[in-house]
């Protein structure tokens, strides 16, 4: 009985053996390479428009090697997030579809005209490729479909790397002050400094250099190279707001040139300008407030006033 069960085995082991070198020799059942989601040289597009379900849309521009959001009134965008997302991009690689289905395509919301996103891909004027992405199976994975193709794919990318609306693309730090600070007016605060480059040599006018914290300054004065603003304001609202008095007005001399900033109060919001650009943006109260409200005592040593820590 043990015999025959073991000539069983052997015979069984021996078809398993047959059947999988018969089908690994049928055409079509070869192991399938990976291949880039996208075939397009993503490092010769000039333009990704990105238009959402909800009709928000972004339309990146490529001017020289700079990146600009041209729907939003051509303000740099932010370049380390276009290169991260066309590096994604161009690292993706597929094999086997999830689906290939018109049903299914609705379903995964990959379709065309109804998909969640859709990443228009242009050289020029002319449209290159476009990619459909559509439902989120899991963290950090959705459905995508290229244009032109059935395959359904599930790759790794996120909603949140392809945002549609402008301020997610914008460059923040648009107004930052860039160098070395030797002076600020604002108002009718002047502080300056030597040129030796130490920082705690700061000096307000009009108060004796002992009844001031040096310290104290530097932290006001280096708010300037941190601002960050939260979104361009439209050009058909920037009239109300500037047609007022400025809360505050700032020139900045630095060793790489000048700057002069207005802030503005509105409905209780912020605002801020650099003068010769016509764009206003909106800041947050926190970033506005410790420089719009500056007073000289604010500077001074051992006073409940001063300039608090960060």
């Given amino acids: 009985m043990n015999k025959a069960i073991k000539i069983l085995a052997v015979l069984l082991v021996a078809q398993l053996v047959v059947i999988l070198a018969i089908q690994t020799n049928q055409p079509g059942t070869a192991q399938v390479v990976a291949q880039p989601l996208i075939s397009v ?15 928000q849309h972004v339309a990146l521009t490529k ?17 380390n997030k ?11 690689e597929v094999r086997w579809p999830v689906a290939t289905s018109t049903a299914a395509a609705e ?26 992405i559509g439902t989120s199976p899991s963290y950090r ?21 392809i945002p549609a609306d402008p301020e997610s693309w914008m460059d923040k730090t648009v107004l930052q002050f860039e160098g ?17 480059g130490d920082e705690t040599a ?16 530097n932290r006001w004065v280096k708010r300037f190279n941190s601002l960050v603003v939260n979104a361009l304001v439209p050009a058909q609202n920037v009239e109300p707001i500037i047609v007022q008095n400025p809360a505050l007005t700032v020139h900045i001399s630095g060793e790489k040139g000048n700057a002069d900033y207005a802030f503005y109060t509105a409905d209780e919001k912020y605002y801020i300008k650099r003068f010769g650009s016509s764009a206003l ?30």
Avoid: C
Wanted: glycine share 6%.
């Fill in 41 to 55: 040289n993503l490092n010769t597009v000039d333009t990704l428009r990105i238009d959402g379900s909800d009709d």
């Fill in 63 to 79: 001017r020289g090697e700079r990146w600009q959001i041209a729907s939003y009134g051509d303000q740099p965008a932010d370049q």
């Fill in 82 to 92: 276009v290169a991260e997302l066309l590096q994604k991009l161009s690292g993706i």
């Fill in 107 to 132: 379903r995964f919301e990959v379709a065309e005209g109804s998909a969640q996103k859709t990443l228009t891909i242009q050289t020029g004027d002319s449209v290159v490729d476009a990619l459909f």
């Fill in 141 to 161: 994975r959705v459905h995508v479909r290229v244009n032109g193709s059935d395959d359904i794919y599930q790759v790794e990318l996120a909603q949140h790397d």
């Fill in 180 to 196: 070395d600070i030797l002076s600020v007016k604002a108002g009718d605060i002047a502080i300056s400094r030597d040129t030796n």
């Fill in 202 to 217: 700061w000096k307000l006018a009009g108060s004796a250099a002992d009844s001031t914290d040096p310290a104290l300054i």
């Fill in 281 to 310: 943006y909106e800041i947050a109260s926190y970033q506005a407030k410790p420089i719009v409200e500056v007073e000289p005592k604010k500077f001074m040593i051992n006073t409940s006033d001063a300039e608090p820590a960060q």
